[in-house]
């Protein structure tokens, strides 16, 4: 079984001391720093790119940063993010006009790659890519924007993409993104994820040793 990973989006954090806050994050217990990339075209919102990847390693950030593309078409970002620091590098299938080459290059450029499915997106397409990711991340929101309520219809992916990863018998993660809270984390985890991200959830507290500690204890409680 994989280690349980809390991964707080910085979507939600305070951009005007973004190293601060994720010093703080991380020192609250945080394992990875999920960092958002939206492009006004994927998705409609426009976020933060390499450079600002490349300043949190400059402040001395040393955990493993997972970026989550949203941005079409993805691969010449890939190399950039992966210059700029970043350790997990995932990406929508439809975004790309040959996913399994992105996935390819992703690992080439010495980062774990990804794939992200929406929550109207169907598990077949992980039929011939999910043997060589490193980790699957069920959008649990539509892309775009932090702060939306979870989507209920994300637990039965959650358990269909378990099994799926359970039979290859790889020690692939399963991640999940939107509308994560202390309340609702527990059952998250008991359909199967590992990777848990949370954004307006632990950057909304002003406490975040305490909403991460909350969240923890719900994932150990059922794992
Ligand atoms: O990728 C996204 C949104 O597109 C997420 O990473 C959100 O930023 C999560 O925010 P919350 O739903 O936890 O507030
Ligand atoms: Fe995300």
């Known amino acids: 079984m994989q280690s349980t990973v809390i991964a707080p989006s910085i979507l939600s954090a305070d951009f005007a001391r973004l190293g601060e806050e994720v010093d703080n994050v991380l020192a609250a217990g945080a394992d990875w720093v999920h960092f958002d ?7 409609p919102n426009l976020t ?8 949190l390693r400059k402040h001395g950030v040393t955990a493993p940063i ?15 993010f992966a210059q700029a620091g970043a350790t ?19 690992r080439a450029s010495g980062c774990r790659p990804g794939v992200v499915l929406n929550p109207g997106t169907p598990v077949d397409v992980l039929d011939y890519l999910l043997e060589d990711l490193e980790y699957v991340l069920l959008m649990s929101v539509n892309p775009g924007f932090g702060g939306q ?8 992916k959650t358990r269909e993409v378990r099994a799926r990863i359970d039979a290859l018998g790889k020690p692939i993660r399963l991640e999940i993104d939107g509308g994560v ?3 609702n984390i527990g059952e998250i985890a008991a359909a199967g994820a590992d990777t848990f ?11 975040y040793r305490d909403v991460i500690a909350r969240m923890k204890a ?6």
């Open 37 to 43: 990339v939206m492009d006004n075209h994927y998705v």
């Open 48 to 55: 933060i790119g390499p450079m600002v990847c490349e300043a």
């Open 66 to 80: 997972d970026v989550h593309l949203m941005v079409e078409p993805v691969d010449a970002l890939v190399p950039m």
């Open 88 to 106: 997990h590098i995932s990406f929508h299938p439809e975004a790309s006009l040959h996913p399994h080459r992105t996935v390819q290059l992703i």
């Open 149 to 156: 309520a979870f989507i209920p219809s994300t637990l039965r």
């Open 181 to 183: 809270k202390p309340d």
């Open 197 to 207: 991200v949370a954004g307006s959830a632990i950057f909304g507290q002003s406490d």
């Open 218 to 223: 719900a994932v150990a409680a059922v794992r």
